[in-house]
């Protein structure tokens, strides 16, 4: 489910449109770093290092 917001309320004219829209949105949550942290723990996946 989409939640409301750019994404959800766009009718794009072109796929630059859509792409712009979502990078915009990817850099909102780039500065929530608790929205990733929650998604990651709903997928039981866990973050290590690289070796």
């Known amino acids: 489910?989409?939640?409301?917001?750019?994404p959800a309320n766009l009718v794009p004219v072109d796929l630059d449109?859509?792409?712009?829209?979502?990078?915009f949105a990817l850099k909102r949550i780039q500065y929530r770093p608790e929205l990733?942290?929650?998604?990651?723990?709903?997928?039981?996946?866990?973050i290590s290092p690289r070796p």
């Open 17 to 23: 449109e859509v792409a712009a829209t979502v990078r």
């Open 1 to 6: 489910m989409i939640k409301p917001g750019p």
């Open 36 to 46: 990733v942290d929650g998604c990651l723990a709903e997928t039981g996946l866990t």
